[in-house]
């Protein structure tokens, strides 16, 4: 078949769909606005719940793609407008360059939530105050410090370390009631290696409720708390910084129904996920359904997850729902062989 995928987004769920067309023999081009492919995972030292090396397994991903004739890559790429017509998706990029393509895959994926929304933790006043993603730079044996927690305000050794869950996420003042799926297990993940590392540390995790629903995920669960990972449920209510720089955590431990507080070396937020920041862009230019969150909508959940309601726009990945790493790849693999089918029938139509 001479026929072309358009693949918006180059992190695992694009790369895996790339790569799923490949083995069928059909073209695609991924169109990724970042300079570098591999998405969010690039910046993971290590995955959960296996520990995987994230960045080995980008890496394999992105060689096998720059290796295949039929998959096409566009880097800094960014869209200026998009549309079908007789019957083909012409994209039109702010380079003055043309993209035309038999179908679209969206593979978007997520933003992080921002956490100075959340003032109450001090993020962006306090320098012991960190994110998740800033945590896994820290944790990185590549990263600026090599693998050692240090604190931001003196470089000194974290033993004390807080991590407070669900910053961001089923949070309705916020506008995000929805639960981002991946957090508890993320900083869980967080929190093993540092015990792993430094037997001696405390760690504690401040959490509404442990989801961890995945393959793998609830026994990952278990082995942080034989590591000494301390697990206190209730909403953290304040972060303030003590003269020497330590944080000091208040939160009310709601299963023995009173107010707990700690101060630490450094405190962690487990930042939730947001809707991809081009969403309602795309979503419009296609005529496409986002749900009330802003996510994509499936043309059918059960039946047809990978479609949409608009012919030839398929989905893979976060841009419908936060969903771990492997789920991200799996769908970037299924909606490939979703749109190999559409296009094999489109191909015996017309001729």
């Known amino acids: ?36 492919l591999g998405g969010k995972v690039t910046g993971y030292a290590q995955l959960f719940p ?27 790429a960014s869209i200026r407008t998009m549309a079908r017509q007789d019957g083909r998706f012409e994209l039109a990029m702010t380079s003055g360059d043309a993209v035309c393509a038999d179908a679209v895959i ?3 994926g997520f933003e992080v939530f ?18 998740a993603p800033e945590l896994e730079l820290f944790l990185d044996p590549e990263g600026p410090t090599k693998g050692k927690l240090l ?30 799926r991946i957090c508890c297990s993320y900083s869980t993940k967080q929190a093993i290696e540092i015990m792993e590392r430094h037997p001696d540390a405390n760690v504690t995790c401040f959490y509404m409720d442990i989801r961890t629903y995945g393959r793998g995920f ?31 955590v208040r939160a009310e431990n709601t299963l023995m129904c009173r107010p707990v507080q700690g101060a630490f070396d450094v405190v962690s937020l487990s930042v939730g996920m947001a809707p991809c920041s081009d969403g309602a862009q795309i979503a419009a230019w296609l005529g496409l359904e ?17 479609e949409t309601h608009q012919e030839g726009v398929f989905l893979a990945g976060s841009i419908s729902g936060l969903k771990p790493i492997r789920d991200c790849l799996s769908d970037g693999f299924s909606a490939g062989g979703e749109v190999a089918l559409y296009l094999q029938r489109l191909h015996q139509g017309r001729g």
């Open 218 to 248: 609830e026994e990952m669960y278990q082995y942080a708390q034989e590591l000494g990972v301390k697990y206190v449920r209730g909403r953290v209510s304040e972060c303030s910084a003590l003269p020497n720089g330590d944080i000091q």
């Open 1 to 36: 078949m001479d026929k072309r995928v358009a693949i918006i987004g180059g992190g695992v769920a694009g790369l895996g769909a790339a790569l799923s067309l490949d083995r069928y023999g059909i073209e695609s081009i991924i169109i990724e606005k970042s300079p570098n």
């Open 50 to 76: 296996d520990f995987k090396d994230g960045k080995a397994l980008v890496a394999e991903l992105i060689d096998k793609a720059r290796r295949s004739p039929r998959i096409r890559v566009l880097t800094n």
């Open 106 to 108: 969206l593979t978007c």
């Open 151 to 180: 604190r931001p305000s003196d470089g000194q050794p974290a033993q004390r370390v807080a991590i407070i869950f669900c910053v961001g996420s089923r949070n309705k003042r916020l506008g995000n009631p929805y639960c981002s």
């Open 290 to 306: 986002l749900d009330p969150y802003g996510f994509f909508q499936a043309k059918d959940d059960y039946l047809s997850p990978y």
């Open 114 to 131: 921002d956490a100075r929304k959340q003032g109450e933790y001090g993020y962006g006043v306090y320098p012991n105050v960190i994110t």
